[in-house]
């Protein structure tokens, strides 16, 4: 295990590239979390280093400090990762790791509050550390290529919610299909099934709403 590592307020600086003033500026805003106490002194670690570099990274990429504030506060007071993922893995999903930096490259500056907020309401997005979890690679490179195409993330978010309510009840309906007939036992078994029916239909609709607009 690596051992976590613990600085006085002038490294941290130092190793950050910022001066002590502007450490203190940001603890007031509370951009970065209180340091551990020990008397007088006050102990920071890596993860106020990682705050502290994504900080930078985000002031270049032309985030305010209020807007980096609220930011802030979404991840710090969002769900955890462990509450992400629930019981266990995705069956097919890949969850995929970002830094706030990298999230707001994917979606060119509409990282906003409400759209991190709405993200991590829907399950999304949950955080570890500095890190953000996305719960799944296929819904978050489609959602960055629906974006880079002119959608606002808003909306495909807004998207996302409705997609949602469908497929819930497309999988009660299979559930209770299955269970007329098997058992709960038999349910992960005949998962495949279901998802081919639904991938067949959407590709079917698809085809469909393509040719009626031509």
């Given at each position: 295990?690596?051992?976590?590592?613990?600085?006085?307020?002038?490294?941290?600086?130092?190793?950050?590239?910022v001066t002590v003033?502007?450490?203190?500026?940001?603890?007031?805003?509370?951009?970065?979390?209180?340091?551990?106490?020990?008397?007088?002194?006050?102990?920071?670690?890596?993860?106020?280093?990682?705050?502290?570099?994504t900080i930078a990274?985000?002031?270049?990429?032309?985030?305010?400090?209020?807007?980096?504030?609220?930011?802030?506060?979404?991840?710090?007071?969002?769900?955890?990762?462990?509450?992400?993922?629930?019981?266990?893995?995705?069956?097919?999903?890949?969850?995929?790791?970002?830094?706030?930096?990298?999230?707001?490259?994917?979606?060119?500056?509409?990282?906003?509050?409400?759209?991190l907020a709405a993200?991590?309401?829907?399950?999304?997005?949950?955080?570890?550390?500095?890190?953000?979890?996305?719960?799944?690679?296929?819904?978050?490179?489609?959602?960055?290529?629906?974006?880079?195409?002119?959608?606002?993330?808003?909306?495909?978010?807004?998207?996302?919610?409705?997609?949602?309510?469908?497929?819930?009840?497309?999988?009660?309906?299979?559930?209770?299909?299955?269970?007329?007939?098997?058992?709960?036992?038999?349910?992960?078994?005949?998962?495949?099934?279901?998802?081919?029916?639904?991938?067949?239909?959407?590709?079917?609709?698809?085809?469909?709403?393509?040719?009626?607009?031509?």
């Amino acid at each position: 295990m690596t051992e976590k590592r613990e600085y006085r307020m002038e490294e941290l600086a130092r190793l950050a590239g910022v001066t002590v003033r502007t450490l203190r500026f940001y603890r007031e805003r509370k951009l970065i979390p209180p340091p551990r106490r020990e008397g007088r002194i006050a102990w920071y670690d890596d993860h106020h280093l990682a705050r502290l570099r994504t900080i930078a990274a985000l002031l270049e990429r032309g985030h305010t400090l209020n807007g980096i504030a609220e930011l802030a506060d979404a991840f710090d007071h969002g769900r955890d990762v462990g509450d992400l993922l629930g019981l266990g893995e995705p069956t097919e999903e890949t969850p995929v790791r970002l830094t706030p930096e990298e999230l707001a490259d994917r979606f060119q500056g509409q990282d906003t509050p409400e759209n991190l907020a709405a993200a991590m309401d829907l399950g999304y997005l949950g955080t570890d550390g500095d890190e953000i979890v996305h719960i799944s690679r296929r819904l978050l490179d489609a959602s960055t290529a629906l974006v880079r195409e002119g959608v606002p993330l808003a909306e495909v978010l807004d998207a996302g919610r409705r997609v949602r309510a469908h497929t819930e009840a497309l999988a009660d309906l299979f559930a209770d299909l299955v269970l007329r007939h098997a058992t709960e036992h038999d349910l992960p078994r005949l998962r495949p099934l279901a998802r081919s029916v639904v991938e067949s239909e959407l590709s079917l609709a698809l085809d469909r709403r393509l040719r009626g607009r031509k």
